[in-house]
């Protein structure tokens, strides 16, 4: 049985966990959106900063509501890529001292392989080679998931990810952010046949379509014409608007997993990040796999935006493995996902 305390401090989530064997047994999200809301966006030092005031009481509260004690924990785990730099260092530098300090092994995670992972919170008995789609505020990519720690990427944006294109119509409408859930809360009552909107295709040299890549920065455009116009007619019909956005997102990714997963002989596809909670795509993936034989996993709803469960359950899988990392390990900003081994040993 493989236990991990795992913390994830890469954004603007101050978040600790605790997983075993696939199960979470605590799960603290410390959110800082309210202090970043001022500013429009993310401020890094403020992020460092906030971490490090967070970080030692959410690791308290998660021990404390998991019922276990330290020694039932076999690792200590923190992401160490991608992400900003200092933020990144406080959860590094927690997860280190804390190995040492309670002499466990230490596993540094790659934050994108956390978003993979997530799904096997839901099924524990998923198992690689499988597709993930991976959809989130940073990321819009098809990955194939060989082995734990082998991922290729076969499809990606070419701009914008679906999360930031869903936060940037969001603004458009000025509906707040993070403007998924809205969106995804509003779509529920409107037409999704109202407005008509391009997919974002992207075109080959030698003719045809790019069949995993995507784009949404048309869509973004388009979405911003169609408000600017309809604002001059008066209130925008904000609940059409959204339907319709959300389920050209919603056919674009499901049209490119489907392929791939075809195209790859892959029965299963597990999504991952904040856009997997998105209703619509939930609805049209799931049903449209169906029909093709394939099974779709998505992560528990409160899972598929950033949290350290999804960390710890990497890390547990890596553990289980015999992997763990150096306490020399520094943390990157950048690191593709295909460097994920580069990590242990
Ligand atoms: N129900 C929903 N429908 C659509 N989008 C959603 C929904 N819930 C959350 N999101 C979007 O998910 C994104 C946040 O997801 P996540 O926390 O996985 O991204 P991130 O950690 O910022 O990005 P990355 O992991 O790529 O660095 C936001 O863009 C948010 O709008
Ligand atoms: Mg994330």
Redesign the pocket.
């Known amino acids: 049985m493989t236990t991990v305390l795992a913390i994830e401090t890469s954004?603007d989530e101050t978040a600790v966990a605790i997983v075993k064997e696939r199960q979470v047994l605590s799960s603290v999200v410390s959110s800082q959106i309210e202090l970043h809301r001022t500013y429009g966006g993310v401020v890094p030092e403020l992020a460092s900063r906030q971490h490090l005031e967070t970080v030692n009481p959410a690791i308290a509260q998660a021990l404390a509501e998991s019922g276990l004690t330290w020694s039932q924990i076999d690792g200590i785990a923190a992401t160490v890529a991608p992400g900003l730099v200092g933020a990144l260092l406080v959860g590094a530098m927690a997860a280190k001292t804390l190995a040492l300090l309670q002499e466990k092994p230490f596993l540094g995670v790659h934050?994108?392989e956390g978003?993979i992972c997530a799904s096997y919170l839901e099924q524990p008995r998923l198992q690689p080679p499988f597709l993930c789609l991976l959809v989130?505020?940073?990321?819009t990519s098809l990955i194939h998931v060989e082995a734990q720690g082998q991922y290729k990427t076969l499809g990606q944006t070419r701009d914008d990810?679906a999360?930031?294109a869903?936060?940037k119509v969001a603004r458009l409408m000025d509906l707040g952010y993070?403007?998924?859930?809205v969106?995804?809360r509003l779509a529920q009552r409107g037409d999704p046949q109202a407005f008509k909107l391009p997919e974002g295709r992207i075109s080959l040299p030698g003719g045809g379509y790019h069949p995993y890549d995507s784009s949404f920065s048309g869509l973004k455009t388009a979405m911003l014409r169609l408000t600017d116009r309809l604002k001059l007619d008066g209130d925008l019909p904000k609940a059409d608007l959204s339907a319709s956005f959300q389920v050209t997102v919603a056919k674009a990714l499901t049209k490119r997993a489907i392929a791939c997963a075809k195209d790859f002989s892959l029965k299963t596809i597990a999504v991952g990040?904040?856009?997997a909670?998105?209703?619509g795509l939930r609805q049209l993936l799931t049903a449209t796999a169906a029909s093709q034989g394939i099974e779709v996993l998505f992560p528990p709803l409160g899972l598929?935006?950033?949290n350290a469960a999804m960390i710890a359950c990497a890390a547990a899988e890596h553990l289980a493995l015999g992997r763990t990392s150096s306490l020399k390990l520094s943390v990157q900003s950048r690191m593709p996902l295909e460097k994920v081994m580069e990590l242990y040993g």
């Open positions: 954004c934050h994108l978003h989130s505020g940073g990321h990810a999360g930031e869903f936060d993070p403007g998924g859930p969106i995804d990040g904040g856009v909670a998105n209703s598929c935006t950033d």
